[in-house]
């Protein structure tokens, strides 16, 4: 399901919101070997308003791919801000590195290479300054998993943002057999019964298709 004016809506409030971005022009360039699947130029700049609202200092991302979203989440750090970014895939990383170092930003972003699921457990190991904003964003059957490490990461008046969600309506399709829904489904699940956040769920469309994102602020511990 998609619809041309979803594009075209997108293409017209980007082109007055977004001035010619040669460096994510570039990115996006540089990621043509990788799979097309970072957020849309909306949703990365809604991702940069989010962070700059909670003068996020400290930023988590899971699934990096080639450093999209990291960048337009990277530019809302202040001067000692930093941005922990996580992925599986090595060449992903380097492509990110790349992109992320032709933004200006290596001084602030780290790309850590590896199965998220084991760089959390070492970022807790760690117990190091708790995460203001977490973007889970990598593979969608550990997102329950990845979900409750971000709480664990978190302190209260932290924000957590999971992309892909809604899964063009594969959310409800509890017949299917659709481990990426079945994963999403957990995660609402899951979110409904967590007493430490308030959580909320909205649907998305535009370049990327019919989407969602679900968000819990952390509240309590
Ligand atoms: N956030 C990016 C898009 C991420 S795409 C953007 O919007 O620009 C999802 C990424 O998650 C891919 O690069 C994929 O390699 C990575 N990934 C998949 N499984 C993973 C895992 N188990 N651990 C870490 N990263 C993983
Ligand atoms: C897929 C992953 C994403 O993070 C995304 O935004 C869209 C698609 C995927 O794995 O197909
Ligand atoms: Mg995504």
Redesign the pocket.
Known sequence: MNDDRWDAVDAYTTGLLQPADPVLEAAIRD?AS??N???SPA??QFLNVLARAIRARRIL????????????MGRALPDDGRLI?????EH??EV?RGNIARAGLDGKVEVRV??????LATLRADRGEPFDLV?I???KR?TPAYFSTAVELSHPGSLIVV?NVVRQGKLIDTGGDDPDAEGMRRLVEQMGADRRIAPAVIQTVGVKGWDGFAFALVVGP
């Open positions: 990621s990788l799979p699947i970072a957020v949703q990365g991302e899971i699934g990096t791919l080639g450093g999209y979203s990291a960048i337009w970014s996580l992925e599986l895939d992903h990383a990110a590896g199965a998220a699921l084991d760089s973007f964003d990598a593979d550990n992309d």
